[in-house]
């Protein structure tokens, strides 16, 4: 088809094409005419570039970000964690339970697909297991510093495009080529690792991180603050917007601290914790000189312990977001009675279930009325105990 016949094709279609398309071959489409080109830039520009952690993809986004073009206008980075299974012959790889090939191929698979198949992941997997960390990380790197509009990076398990395929069709080629997926799971651990080591303090520009998934400080903590092979991580002193969904808080206070304390210059962070168990110390020694807004979920401690979070930051905060929290010692209604007394001016948020010691002292914020009611009450020293 000449350029011209291009122009009538409805841009979803073109979007579509330039997505399944490899670093080569994109910039080439990107070279057929001006209209292509543009459609390639705006939705870059609007959706931001994804990276699958493997070597192939790393190798692949290289390709496509050295048209100066592309990269100039990539503002957020998502990055995608997974682990993949290891089969080291024809008969692991077809008996494994994470076997794709007769979810859509049913039983009429003709022989010389399956070996074309097999060869192709065959491939992944020595590529997979050979590849070294440290090599790994500068190549990481030097893509970050291809992108010098670059603002925010995202990072969370490949398990969001196991359910949803079509999210990212370079994941859904890649299992259809190789016959299997990678484990499901969410802990996006070592993920973090490997995007924070090339991160470092070396790109003022990035001011934002979100994390997707479920976070083992102790992992982080042992590669960060213990001596390893690799540079440990500097102070990310460049983030401002700080997403954590979620921590895995048992036996984890202090590596939680540690982590949250290298982010020093936080404005703006969301919070949550997973695994329901009373925690010692899990937040309330951080202290933060710039937070404006601090949204924490998932909490399950003492009333001292979150009044001594609010009054670290309470001079500097504009919003103060408690979600889906349990008390282990204290009451709701003390904690809120206290930080009312500070005249702070801050905006005090309940949002959820926040469980009491006793059912009778458990508030139930779901409804936008009755969570309004705790606002008033932080708000207006004459107005009563609501609940």
């Known amino acids: 088809m000449s350029s011209v016949g291009l122009i009538s094709i409805p841009v979803e279609l073109l979007v579509n094409v330039a997505s399944n398309l490899d670093g080569e071959d994109f910039r080439n ?8 080109a543009a459609i390639s830039l705006h ?7 994804s990276l699958l952690n493997t070597a192939g993809d790393l190798k692949q986004l290289q390709k496509i970000l050295t048209c100066t073009e592309i990269a100039r206008n990539v503002k957020q980075l998502k990055f995608l964690h997974s682990e993949w299974p290891m089969a080291f012959s024809r008969r692991e790889w077809e008996t494994h339970p994470l076997f794709v090939a007769g979810n859509d191929r049913g039983q009429d698979v003709l022989p010389d ?17 050979k590849r070294i960390h440290s090599e790994d990380v500068d190549r990481l790197k030097s893509i970050l510093i291809s992108l010098p509009n670059l603002q925010s990076l995202f990072i969370c398990h ?3 495009c196991v359910w949803k395929p079509s999210l990212n069709t370079r994941y859904n080629n890649l299992i259809k080529r190789i016959w299997m997926s990678p484990y499901l799971g969410d802990d996006i651990s070592p993920g973090l690792v490997f ?30 603050f213990k001596p390893t092979d690799i540079k440990p991580l500097a102070l990310l002193t460049q983030i401002r917007v700080l997403h954590v ?32 168990g ?56 003390s904690l809120f009675t206290r930080i009312r007394g500070l ?36 708000e207006d020293h004459t107005v009563d105990w609501p609940f």
């Open 29 to 36: 489409f990107r070279l057929v005419n001006k209209r292509l």
């Open 43 to 49: 939705q870059i520009a609007k959706n931001g570039i």
């Open 113 to 129: 697909e399956a070996d074309k198949a097999f060869e192709a992941y065959s491939l992944f997997e020595n590529t997979e297991r």
């Open 158 to 160: 490949m398990q969001h």
């Open 195 to 224: 995007l924070l080591l090339a991160l470092g303090s070396d790109f003022p520009n990035i001011n934002k991180l979100e994390i997707n998934g479920s976070l083992n400080p102790e992992f982080m903590v042992e590669t960060f």
């Open 245 to 276: 969904d979620s921590f895995r808080v048992i036996q984890n206070e202090n590596s939680i601290i540690k982590f949250l304390e290298a982010f020093p210059n936080v404005s703006n962070a969301s919070i949550k914790f997973q695994g329901w």
């Open 278 to 333: 009373p925690a010692i110390s899990i937040i309330g020694t951080v202290k933060w000189t710039n937070i404006g807004d601090l949204q924490l979920s998932g909490l399950w401690t003492s009333e001292e312990e979150i009044f001594q979070t609010f009054q670290n930051h309470h001079k500097t905060l504009k919003s103060f977001t408690l979600r889906s929290s349990a008390l282990t010692e204290g009451s709701w209604r």
């Open 343 to 378: 005249n702070s001016g801050v905006q005090v948020i309940g949002e959820g279930e926040l469980y009491g010691r006793t059912r009778r002292e458990t508030l139930n914020l779901h409804l936008p009325t009755i969570s309004t009611s705790l606002v008033k009450f932080i």
